[in-house]
């Protein structure tokens, strides 16, 4: 086979077009998808990024496991979202899941609108399928 130039008449299997006209027929063999399974060649990816794929965890059903809130320390919070530590270990199979940090969403939060690292707060604990989270969240 040749594909460009050459011996074999000039103009080679593509008909002179060169590298795009490569491109071109491989992605006419493909069905029209391109390399690799793409879309297209040019700009089809453009802003896909990570998408939402993923729903939020903080819409999960919940099953609450404490009948009285727990004390916990705002270990980390990220503007919607944050980790509390329990100051006695909850018992629960997902406890361990997450080093024993709670996950807290800021619709969680009662009396506030974001937690402070290093303050004490009041919550229940729930078990979803991502883990355990805080609900019902008080800053101290």
Not at 57 to 67: A, D, K, N, S
Not at 81 to 94: A, D, L, N, R, S
Request: hydrophobic share 30%; aromatic share 4%.
């Amino acid at each position: 086979m040749n594909f460009g130039g050459g011996k074999m008449g000039g103009k080679g299997m593509m008909g002179g077009k060169g590298m795009m006209g490569m491109m071109g027929a491989m992605k006419g063999m493909m069905g029209g998808k391109g390399m690799m399974g793409m879309k297209g060649m040019k700009g089809d990816m453009k802003g896909k990024g990570k998408g939402k794929s993923k729903s939020p965890g903080h819409t999960l059903p919940r099953e609450r496991i404490t009948e009285t809130p727990v004390i916990g320390e705002v270990i980390e919070w990220k503007g919607k979202y944050g980790w509390v530590k329990p100051t006695e270990p909850i018992q629960h199979e997902k406890a361990e899941k997450r080093e024993g940090k709670i996950f807290v969403s800021k619709t969680d939060l009662v009396g506030c609108e974001e937690l402070t690292p290093g303050k004490l707060v009041q919550f229940h604990v729930f078990a979803d399928a991502t883990g355990l989270g805080g609900e019902e969240c008080l800053q101290a």
